[in-house]
C-alpha cells in the first residue's frame, strides 16, 4: 500500500535532504512553515512512496537532518520569574508523519 511521508524538517537542512531525495530518484514537495514554540523557519516535504521507498527515504532523513541547540528565556517556558534566565532547548531533526494511502497517480 502506498504512503504518505509528511516531514518537517529544518530550513537549514531542506536543501540538502530535497537534493538527496532526487538523487535517490525520489520525487518531493517543499511547502514552507514555522514551528509554533520556537518561531523558527521549517520545510514540510511532501512525498508519495511505494512502501519499498519508504525505508530508504527514512535513511536520507536521518542522514541529512541535524538537531541544534538553541538558548532560549524562560518566559517562552512557561516559567513565571521575572528575570531573563536562558535555557538551553534541542531541536531539529526531523518530524515524520507516514500515513496509508489508496493509490498514487501522477497525471
Known amino acids: 500500500m502506498p504512503k504518505l511521508l509528511i516531514c518537517v524538517v529544518h530550513s537549514d537542512d531542506?536543501?540538502?535532504?530535497?537534493?538527496?531525495?532526487?538523487?535517490?530518484?525520489?520525487?518531493?514537495?517543499?511547502?514552507?512553515?514555522?514551528?509554533?514554540f520556537l518561531r523558527a523557519r521549517?520545510?514540510?516535504?511532501?512525498?508519495?512512496?511505494?512502501d519499498d521507498q519508504v525505508e530508504p527515504?527514512?535513511?536520507?532523513?536521518?542522514?541529512?537532518?541535524?538537531?541544534?541547540?538553541?538558548?532560549?528565556?524562560?518566559e517562552l517556558l512557561g516559567g513565571m520569574d521575572a528575570a531573563w534566565l536562558p535555557t538551553e532547548v534541542t531541536h531539529g531533526g526531523a518530524t515524520i508523519f507516514i500515513l496509508p494511502m489508496d493509490e498514487i497517480r501522477r497525471l
Open 14 to 36: 531542506s536543501g540538502r535532504v530535497i537534493s538527496a531525495f532526487q538523487e535517490g530518484g525520489l520525487r518531493v514537495t517543499q511547502l514552507r512553515s514555522q514551528g509554533g
Open 42 to 50: 521549517n520545510a514540510t516535504l511532501l512525498l508519495g512512496l511505494e
Open 57 to 74: 527515504a527514512l535513511g536520507i532523513l536521518e542522514g541529512n537532518c541535524q538537531t541544534r541547540t538553541e538558548q532560549v528565556p524562560m
